[in-house]
């Protein structure tokens, strides 16, 4: 059996033009796929600003950003977002005071003051209310807490932007408490343990070491809850009431852009104005959550940056 | 002793520190095959040059030995006799390197098909999450053998050469993480030389098990050199001066310039009587 | 020396407090999760029966079953599972095998994680847009299917990648030291030990995919369909869809067939997804790389 050494030498440069060619086949569909987030992202940009074109022309922006009335289906039709705006931002505003002290509160319970099957638990817990769908919060919220906000303080109708808003903390708090119990567990122990040696308690280094460390991931944490609140639909469409007249108080219905999207789409002639000014509020959301999860995203990245070091 | 042409080529052209005659594994009918020729080899990690000015030879059918102390780019070297280097981004190689005459660097190699002819055993046993059969039939499948005698065949006799057979001859189907530490690496071992191939460099392939599957390992290497040649590199210098033929000693003098290799020659006489006052600094533990 | 320790004591009571503090937090966090959980269980499982289950809506949805609207919710998340996967799964591949580290890798990153937080609702304009009306799939399956996908493709290509990273790199270099090319040692080395994280993650977006309303609200699902859908350009109904209109568009559905439903829909997914997440957790400890 001799073996020459050209024989050798085709045993380096034979069979590979087809194996290349599958190769890179294959590079090219994976490549393709691996831009397609960008794509989508752009198109859904692209998209929503080519439907709101006719309204921006007929309308104007400004005047729908900056009008106080929608009755878009009046004579005249009025399309003013100020009290969809106002009302998400109000719902929010209630949900914020929801999540952000008991989401903070339970990732550093969770992670500072418990032991590892109660992580665990808690991680269930956790995925389990990030699994039940919006639309079962919202079931839950007007079998339950409308007439109990009703009752609670003496109201004609529960539906206000309080219950919406107590439903969506609730719903935010998932997100906010994994992402801050990451922040925190990202924390070296070696600063706790070198905060614990000068004498402090573990409370004093909490707040004194561990959370400022975390801050920025908490931060993130939050302003991710924040965009989920504000993006949310089908709960808060079920229980705010959905008037749309600019609010005074959380004891008001309001109508969030969000829901008035949800229920008047179904109403709409396609390509009409109406159904341009819909995607104009649209287009108004994107930009208001793009820019909370860009904000978000930038946090985290520096973060998790600063403990590769 | 035989010399393939390639040698003679390089040699002529090469101030090549090799002078003296290295013993050959035992004689062979077989025309040889499986030496590499590496001149003024250089690797470079971006900017910085780690490795500069490599002239060696590795003989067929026998074991090579790199020593010198560790981040002296001893794996490094290894990794470019079988381009895994190219894997890492941002490398690059200087120099030829050429595998019986054939120049590894050149454009119309394809890695892939150098890797099939040498064959690599890394530092912690790796077998991949599937059955010890499917292991050692990776590589033959990969080449795109598929009949099920065939690769019975192969596999058989790639775990006998890996001196692993009678220990897992009866539970071929068995997860190849149930085997113990040494035993995995034995499997490494098979795996890589079921895809046939002429070289098989090792990573210090003994050096994450205990004293007695440190031991089958060497005695399996001492069966195999008849077969491929070996490249092994080794912090244990009581391990490559047992096991090895020809030894290499490298060293990097200080992390502003790049490791080079001191002196390369026959591990017999390297160890009792090197040429450079380093190469026995090294050895006797004055460095290292 | 009293001062100091008074303070010491001080800092002791305060721990004291604040433990009890933020304890309260994940009483209320876990107070809520058992509220929800027991209320649908309770007023949900007198719902429940063989008939419920396999029988059609009747009376203007007042009496019945939901097998038309079960069956809807498994066909449009068969079809998103059909057409994300393969693309998520590629993308995660992408992310974690091929994208190099640059300029470009930073902004497909970002572009998932902001894909991850657009609005459900966004999510259905863009698929009222462009799949029902530019593509001129209609109201139909294929049309809310398409719009899922991308609002899960983000969830997929994450724990595609995040399971890929748990495959240590020594079984890709041990592959290709062998001659295996690039996408051989994925295939055939790294998917198949990722396996476990993939599907997984997978189930978990998919049943996330499952309880969406606000995407198919303006892209196919029926307020009622008195037959099964017979192709992907049909309309369908579906269980989140369902229950929003029992609760909030029907007057005088009978409770036990809103609680019916909304159980239907929680136990298919938290459960299902609950199961999934403790197997990847049980089978992360179990393979030590």
Not at chain 1, 20 to 41: C, F, H, K, P
Not at chain 1, 55 to 60: C, D, Q, Y
Not at chain 2, 139 to 152: A, F, N, W, Y
Not at chain 3, 261 to 285: D, E, K
Request: aromatic share 6%; hydrophobic share 50%; charged share 15%.
């Amino acid at each position: 059996m001799t073996v020459t050494p050209t024989e050798k030498a085709g045993r380096l440069t034979g069979r590979t033009t087809r194996r290349r060619a599958a190769e890179a086949v294959i590079r090219t569909l994976i490549y393709t796929a691996g831009l397609l987030s960008i794509v989508i992202l752009l198109a859904i940009a692209v998209f929503l600003f080519v439907e709101a074109r006719k309204s921006i022309a007929e309308v104007g922006l400004g005047t729908m950003l900056s009008g106080t009335q929608w009755f878009p289906t009046g004579t005249p039709r009025i399309f003013g977002f100020l009290p969809l705006i106002i009302g998400s931002l109000m719902v929010t505003g209630v949900a914020l005071v929801v999540f952000v002290p008991v989401g903070i509160g339970a990732a550093v319970f969770i992670s500072e003051f418990s032991a590892g099957w109660f992580k665990e638990v808690m991680k269930s817990v956790i995925e389990f209310m990030a699994a039940v769908p919006s639309v079962v919060y919202g079931f839950l919220g007007v079998a339950v807490l409308i007439p109990w906000v009703k009752a609670t303080f003496g109201l004609t109708s529960g539906m206000t932007a309080l219950t919406g808003g107590l439903v969506l903390g609730v719903m935010s708090l998932p997100t906010v408490i994994s992402i801050s119990e990451d922040a925190l567990h990202a924390v070296p122990d070696a600063l706790r343990q070198g905060s614990l040696a000068l004498g402090n308690t573990r409370w004093q280094t909490i707040y004194k070491v561990v959370v400022p460390s975390a801050s920025s991931g908490i931060f993130a944490g939050v302003m991710l809850g924040l965009g989920r609140a504000i993006g949310e639909t089908m709960a808060v469409l079920m229980l705010t009431g959905n008037a749309a007249v600019i609010p005074t108080n959380v004891f008001e219905s309001v109508r969030t852009m969000t829901g008035t999207i949800a229920a008047e789409m179904g109403e709409v002639v396609f390509g009409g104005l109406h159904y341009s000014v819909l995607f104009s509020v649209g287009l108004v959301l994107f930009g208001i959550t793009f820019t909370i999860n860009l904000a978000a995203d930038l946090v985290l990245e520096r973060q998790r940056k600063r403990w590769r070091r | 002793m035989v010399m393939s042409a390639a040698l003679e080529e390089v040699t002529m052209e090469a101030p090549l520190r090799l002078v003296e005659p290295v013993r050959i594994g035992a004689a062979s009918a077989e025309k040889v095959s499986g030496s590499f020729a590496l001149k003024d080899v250089s690797v470079a990690y971006g900017n910085e040059t780690v490795i500069a000015g490599v002239n060696m030879l590795v003989p067929s059918r026998a074991v090579t030995a790199l020593i010198g102390p560790s981040g002296c780019g001893k794996s490094t070297l290894l990794r470019c006799l079988n381009r895994m280097n190219d894997e890492i981004g941002n490398v690059r190689v200087g120099g030829a390197v050429t595998l019986d005459g054939l120049d590894i660097y050149q454009k119309s190699v394809d890695p892939v098909d150098l890797r099939m002819r040498v064959g690599q055993v890394f530092q912690r046993p790796n077998p991949f999450p599937m059955s010890i059969y499917d292991n050692v039939a990776f590589g033959p499948r990969t080449q795109g053998v598929r009949k099920r005698e065939e690769l019975d065949a192969i596999i058989e006799a790639a775990l006998r050469d890996a001196a692993l057979w009678d220990e897992v001859k009866n539970h071929l189907k068995k997860h190849a993480f149930e085997l113990s530490g040494g035993q995995q690496q034995r499997l490494c071992i098979a795996r890589a030389l079921a895809t046939k191939p002429e070289v098989l460099l090792m990573d210090e392939p003994a050096s994450a098990l205990d004293p007695i599957s440190t031991q089958q390992i060497e005695d399996t290497i001492a069966e195999l050199k008849d077969m491929v040649t070996i490249v092994i590199v080794t912090h244990n210098m009581q391990q490559a001066a047992r096991i090895s033929d020809q030894t290499a000693f490298m060293l990097r003098e200080s992390m502003d310039q790049p490791a080079h290799l001191v002196e390369v020659g026959e591990t017999k006489r390297l160890f009792t009587n090197p040429d450079d006052k380093r190469t026995e600094s090294y050895i006797t533990g004055r460095f290292g | 020396m009293s001062d100091r320790n008074r303070r010491a004591r001080n800092a002791r009571t305060v721990e004291a407090v604040m433990k009890v503090v933020t304890g309260a937090c994940v009483a209320l966090v876990v107070g809520a999760a058992v509220l929800i959980l027991g209320k649908i269980v309770i007023s949900g499982i007198p719902g429940i029966s063989l008939e419920f289950l396999f029988s059609k809506p009747g009376m203007g949805m007042r009496a019945g079953g939901i097998f038309p609207i079960i069956v809807g919710t498994l066909m449009l998340v068969t079809l998103t599972a059909v057409l994300v996967l393969p693309l998520g799964i590629m993308a995660g591949i992408y992310l974690a095998e091929y994208a190099p580290k640059n300029i470009v890798t930073r902004i497909v990153r970002l572009s998932i994680a902001n894909m991850a937080g657009v609005p459900s609702i966004v999510y259905g304009l863009f698929g009222l847009a462009v799949f029902v009306l530019l593509m001129q799939f209609g109201k139909s399956l294929l049309a809310s299917a398409l719009t899922l996908t991308c609002l899960t493709l983000p969830v997929i290509i994450t724990s595609t990648e995040e399971a890929l990273r748990q495959i240590p790199s020594d079984l890709r270099q041990a592959a290709l030291a062998l001659g295996a090319t690039r996408w051989r040692a994925i295939y055939k080395v790294i998917l198949p030990a990722a396996a476990p994280g993939i599907v997984t993650g997978s189930i978990l977006g998919l049943s996330r995919a499952a309880g969406e309303t606000a995407p198919i609200l303006v892209t196919g699902a029926a307020f009622f369909l008195p037959r099964l859908p017979d192709s992907v350009f049909s309309q369908y109904m579906s269980l989140p869809y369902h229950l929003y209109v029992l609760a909030t568009q029907v007057p005088n559905v009978p409770p036990e067939i809103t609680w019916g439903t909304a159980f239907v829909l929680v136990a298919g997914v938290s459960i299902v997804s609950m199961i999934a997440g403790a197997w990847r957790s049980v089978q992360r400890r179990k393979v030590k790389w």
